[in-house]
Every structure is written in C-alpha cells, then in structure tokens.
Nanobody, 124 residues
C-alpha cells in the first residue's frame, strides 16, 4: 500500500515536499516513480528513483527544480519541489514497480502499485 502526503495549496515560487509511505512488501525491491495528472489530462511521469537510489530520472519535468530521494529503512520516498509554478498544479501519485535494476521506467503500465494521490495547487 502506498500513501502520499504533503500536497496543499501554495503560492508561486515556494517549495513543497511530497512524501510517499509504503507498507506491506519491502520497498527496497521496488523502483519508485512519481506521476502527476492535471484535470482533463493524462497521467504523466515526472520522476523516478531506482531501488538502491543509484539512478534517478526526472523525464521532461522540473528543469532541476525537483529532487527525488528515498529511505528504504523507513519505507518512504520523497519528492522535493522548488520554485513551484502554476503549471505544477496537479494530483501527484507515487507508484512502485517490482525492479532491482537501475533502469527507471516512465510508463504508467510498468508500475504495479499506486497511491491514491495528493493534490498540489499552485496559485499565481
């Protein structure tokens, strides 16, 4: 089970950290991804981290504004978002993919488990 938290209404330019807490199977055997979905839009990949933190991938998002980290001891994954823009407004989902490789997938269909999402709203 994955549970996201940390989403809220913020103003443009501030920072926000999202958390994803995993329970059940050991998170250390999963690659973790973050996706976001804006109203009326498809769910898109906005970053991921390999099971051992050796690899990260931010896709086309952020331009250096985002950082993903994980703590396998506590079963948590984090997404630090800086200099938020109105275009970052979306529901953010974390997802887990059974993988012990360093390759990070950006495909929704590759992920086995999903959280319920947390809403981030950036007001201008």
């Amino acid at each position: 089970q994955l549970v996201e938290s940390g989403g809220r209404l913020v103003e443009t330019g501030v920072s926000l950290r999202l958390s994803c807490a995993a329970s059940g199977d050991k998170i250390c055997t999963f690659a973790m991804g973050w996706f976001r979905q804006a109203p009326g839009m498809e769910r898109v990949f906005v970053g991921g981290i390999s099971w051992n933190s050796r690899s990260t991938d931010y896709g086309d998002s952020g331009n250096g504004r985002f950082t993903i980290t994980r703590d396998n001891t506590y079963g948590a994954v984090y997404r630090q978002m800086n200099s938020l823009k109105s275009a970052d407004t979306a529901v953010y989902y974390c997802a887990a993919r059974i993988s012990v490789s360093d390759t990070i997938s950006s495909l929704v269909s590759d992920y086995n488990y999903w959280g319920q999402g947390t809403q981030v709203t950036v007001s201008s």
